[in-house]
């Protein structure tokens, strides 16, 4: 609401004042009761009446009859035809002044109607091109300017020291910052710049960061604008915006585009179901013709930043447009290390925070996501009233971010406790035995998000690939709670409903996507992209094997199962003592750490009967 709100509510008022005036000066004037025409009749019989004044509305026989009584007070009577009281003071013989029809004036009858439909028009059009103009102005002649915002280079202060983890992809980047600073270094030996540079990776990885530390290294003018800028319900306007971009670009070369979120204007052309798409498709065509038609823009370097590079246009991914694709994925342990320290350097941190630990724990985050984890754990610190931030703290918010925040005011029963300690517990056994899951590294039975506990392990190094044998050892992890109530309390529940679809989703990509099957051989029997008639390829997708081989799809990921459900049965019978020991101490301290578990196998405890499950 705020200052659109206030405007329009001006508009109205205004709209209304002006009504009320016209309606003012032109409505007729209400007929008064205080001199009735009996009156009238009685007062003209008694002869108290001295003089008699009429005057006449306007193309109506209405009319107004001042009467001048001879003691000189005045009265008006209204009345609806004039006729009746002239002739009645002709039969009297009674002299009157008839005065001539009142007519409205020309600015009252002509100018002030149109005066008011232009001021309406104004009203109306001010509001429309508010609206429709946005962020372009606030005019409708600026649908064709273009959105995007330049920043300058005092404006601009991030540098490649504010990008950590992403070595790689700087050294990259790092060439295209020299080109702009020493063009002739590289113009004498025949070689060019890249026109484009397309930035590829997972949400959150630093992209954006990437370009905006180009631009700040490289000192030149920096315009950015969203894929989504372009695109407008009139068509022809994304097309415009963009000849309007480059157009501003070549005022100030060399510059730097980026344009963020590609892919919502630059999707593969001929997707579209009849001609909806032909304003977005219009709209990539001069981005073609831009970067690399028969004009030239010598300076400008076009960045742009995308998670679906999968779907894009092939004509702009070619040499000449997007020379260049620098792919920015997670960062490895150390680079998730160097962020933290980057994103820890305004927060005081306590004696006991170990940044390396933390790096490990959070295998697979992302830049944004590392940033969120130590703004959780700066939160948790001031809710504690602490000036500083403990490792106690970053635990709390890696729970809360990756599990869900830890509910301990919810009400347990004894007995759905004692099911969660062993569940728990038996994933953690499979965790420590099994060499590529492992190790431990917390095991909790406080109820978080919908689970009622969680087992957390802590990977000792990143890998790129997944192996046959660690995606068995998941499938078998995935399997230790379910095994635990079954040989615990004889029964099962539905607590390991996620763990079975986790571990079946494992095992049926083992079987048509990685050709881990025996039977069947390493043939890809996955049926594709199953989005691809949502991001405009195709209307569907056929099942490239036939359906015998559905059926031995089928047997084959049952096998897989079934083995892994045998083996996982068979480690945590051989090790049901440290079972009991691991659900009594997680009843009596509802969180475990990795020595407390480790310990389990060395030092055995006494172990309490556990009865079964009604």
């Not at 989005?531 to 056929?542: K, M, T």
């Not at 359906?547 to 945590?572: F, H, N, P, Q, R």
Request: with cysteine; charged share 25%; glycine share 8%.
């Amino acid at each position: 609401m705020g200052k659109q709100f206030r405007g329009i509510l001006i508009y109205v008022l205004i709209i209304a004042a002006v009504f009320a005036g016209i309606y003012f000066m032109t409505s007729p004037r209400p007929v008064s009761d205080e001199y009735t025409f009996s009156q009238f009749q009685s007062d003209l019989n008694d002869e108290v009446i001295d003089s008699i004044t009429i005057t006449q509305n306007n193309e109506i026989p209405t009319g107004v009859v001042m009467v001048t009584f001879k003691d000189k007070t005045k009265k008006q009577l209204y009345v609806e035809n004039v006729g009746t009281i002239t002739d009645l003071l002709k039969n009297r013989n009674f002299s009157y002044t008839l005065n001539d029809v009142t007519r409205s004036s020309y600015f009252v009858s002509t100018i002030l109607p149109m005066l008011i439909m232009f001021i309406i028009f104004i009203v109306f059009f001010s509001i429309l091109s508010s609206r429709a103009g946005g962020g372009a102005g606030g005019n409708v002649m600026s649908f064709g300017k273009s959105r995007a915002k330049m920043m300058s280079q005092n404006q601009n202060t991030t540098t490649f020291k504010d990008v950590a983890g992403l070595q790689e992809e700087r050294y990259e980047l790092e060439e295209v910052v020299d080109f702009l600073r020493a063009p002739q270094k590289y113009t004498k030996v025949g070689a060019r710049i890249p026109k484009g540079i397309l930035l590829v990776g997972p949400p959150g990885t630093g992209k954006t960061l990437l370009a905006r530390a180009v631009s700040g290294e490289a000192g030149v003018p920096f315009f950015h604008i969203s894929g989504s800028d372009f695109v407008e319900m009139f068509v022809g306007v994304g097309a415009s915006r963009v000849r309007d971009l480059f157009a501003e670009a070549k005022k100030n070369t060399p510059c730097i585009i980026f344009i963020d979120e590609i892919d919502a204007v630059a999707r593969r052309r001929g997707s579209g179901l009849g001609g909806g798409h032909d304003e977005r498709e219009q709209t990539l065509n001069q981005i073609l013709v831009e970067m690399d038609g028969f004009g030239v823009n010598e300076g400008i370097i076009v960045m742009a930043a995308t998670n679906r590079v999968d779907i894009l246009d092939p004509a702009i991914l070619r040499p000449g447009r997007f020379d260049r694709k620098v792919f920015v994925g997670k960062p490895d342990v150390q680079g998730r290390e160097d962020i933290l320290k980057v994103h820890a350097r305004n927060k005081p941190l306590a004696e006991d925070v170990d940044l390396g630990v933390t790096a490990r724990t959070t295998a697979g985050f992302s830049g944004a996501d590392l940033e969120n984890l130590l703004n959780e754990a700066a939160i948790n610190a001031a809710s504690s009233n602490r000036a500083y931030i403990k490792q106690e703290d970053i635990e709390k918010a890696f729970v809360k971010i990756g599990i869900g925040e830890e509910k301990k005011s919810r009400v347990i029963s004894e007995k759905e406790k004692r099911i969660t300690a062993y569940h728990e517990s038996g994933h953690a056994i499979l965790f420590h035995v099994l060499p590529e899951v492992g190790p431990v590294h917390m095991v909790s039975i406080i109820p978080t998000g919908m689970a009622g506990g969680y087992t957390m392990p802590l990977p000792e190094k990143d890998e790129m690939f997944n192996s046959r044998e660690k995606m068995i050892q998941n499938i078998m992890v995935s399997f230790g709670g379910r095994i635990a109530e079954e040989l615990i309390f004889h029964d099962i529940t539905t607590g390991a409903s996620q763990d079975i679809k986790q571990a079946t989703g494992i095992a049926r990509a083992m079987v048509t996507q990685y050709g881990m099957s025996s039977e069947l051989g390493p043939i890809d029997y996955s049926s594709g992209d199953a989005e691809e008639v949502f991001i405009g390829r195709d209307w569907g997708q056929a099942k490239p094997y036939s359906e015998t081989t559905a059926a031995a799809i089928d047997v084959e990921v049952k096998k897989i199962i079934e083995k892994c459900y045998k083996d996982a049965k068979d480690l945590i019978l051989k090790h049901k003592d440290v079972l009991e020991r691991s659900a009594q101490l997680l009843l009596k301290k509802e969180k475990i750490t990795r020595e407390e578990f480790e310990s389990l196998f060395e030092t055995p405890e006494p172990i309490e009967p556990v009865p079964a499950m009604v």
